[in-house]
Structure formats: structure tokens, C-alpha cells
């Protein structure tokens, strides 16, 4: 039977190995880099709500950072990763550029989720702490999570808070079947997953 639920647009900035555990419940080593922008669409059910994200996983290199605006507009919720091992880098400094740059010229009811990744890395790798991290967080309004993509820590939490917190105002309604489950099988990513260089 097909039922009608909001669909969210939900633009990812960094790590495609968080959206491809989230989907596929996989990880995989020295992948390669994201070229334009790659989609996917998944189905998530919490205790409060039932929403499809239509994801969207930009490509980090700065080449492509003129491309962000094209997958940001109209989105209604953001996800920002750093490397929790890498505070003097790029990382963390670009991930605090992306939510200024969001707060300036995305949807004004944009939800944000903040998001320090690589949990699983050696404590003493570590360059940005917990409370640093939220304390960013919480001065910018924005949901605070730390991940692992490699061993699957809070991942599928990050997504279930987003559906949780984010307004339904710009939502479309579109129908799924109630038969699909949330994890998408291997020819239904072959078939919902676009990779697309523009
Ligand atoms: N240890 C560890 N390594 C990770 C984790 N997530 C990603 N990586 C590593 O980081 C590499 C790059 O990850 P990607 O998810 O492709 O990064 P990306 O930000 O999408 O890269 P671009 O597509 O170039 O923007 C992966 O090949 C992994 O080796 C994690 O949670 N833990
Ligand atoms: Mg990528």
C-alpha cells in the first residue's frame, strides 16, 4: 500500500561515509572523493515522526565549493561534519565556515546538525574535544553529535534527531510503499542513488 509522508531535503557538507553507512550500513577505506554531489533518499521512522530525507552529499574539495549553494537552497535541514582528529586543518575551521556561510544564505528554519566524526580514532589522536565542540554548537543554535562511520557509533541517532527537530514547513508530501524497509537493499541504492558531476 502507498502512504503519503513529508519529504525533507537534507544537504550533507563532508564525509560521504556517514550517509553510506546510514543507507547501506557499510564502510569502506580510502574511498573515493565525491565528485559534484552524489543523492540518495531514504525513509526514517522515529517514535514522533515518519519523513523521507532526500539527501544530498556535496563534494568537499574546494573546487567545488561554488557548487554548495545549488544544494544548500531550498534545503531544510544541513548536516556539517569535521574530523574530531584534525583541529588545525581544514576540518574544523572549514565545517565553522560552512555553518556561517548556511547562516547567512540558507533557509532561515534551516536545522543544523554539527557533527564531529572518527570517534573511533586513538584518544590521543583527538584535537577537538567533546565540550569544544558543543560549546561551538550550542553558541550557533546548532544539534551537536559525535560519529563514527567506521564502526557505526550514533549514526543512525544523527538522522533520527534531525527528523525529530526539523520544520516541516517547505516539506513535500510524496508517497513510499509501506512494504520498503528504511534500509535500502543493494539494487534499490543502484536504483535511488545518483552520482552526478555538474
Ligand atoms: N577512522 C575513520 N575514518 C573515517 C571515518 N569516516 C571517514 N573516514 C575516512 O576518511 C576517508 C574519506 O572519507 P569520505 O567519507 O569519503 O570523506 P568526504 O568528506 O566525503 O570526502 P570528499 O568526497 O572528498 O568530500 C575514508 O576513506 C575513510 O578512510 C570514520 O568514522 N572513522
Ligand atoms: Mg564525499
Redesign the pocket.
Known sequence: MSTQIPSVKLVLL?????VTRYATNTF????D??IGAAFLAKVCSTEHREIKFEIWDT???ERFHSLAPMYYRNASAAMVVFDVTNHVGVSFCRAQTWVQELRRQANPNLTIAFVG??I??EEKYREVSTEHGDSYAKEFDLLYFE????DGTNIDHVFAEIANHVSLEDAQMSSYSSSSTTKLSKQQQNNQSTQCAC
Open positions: 563532508g564525509k560521504s561515509s556517514i569502506t577505506d580510502g574511498r572523493a565525491t563534494a568537499g574539495q566524526n572518527k573511533d580514532i560519529t563514527s562511520a567506521r
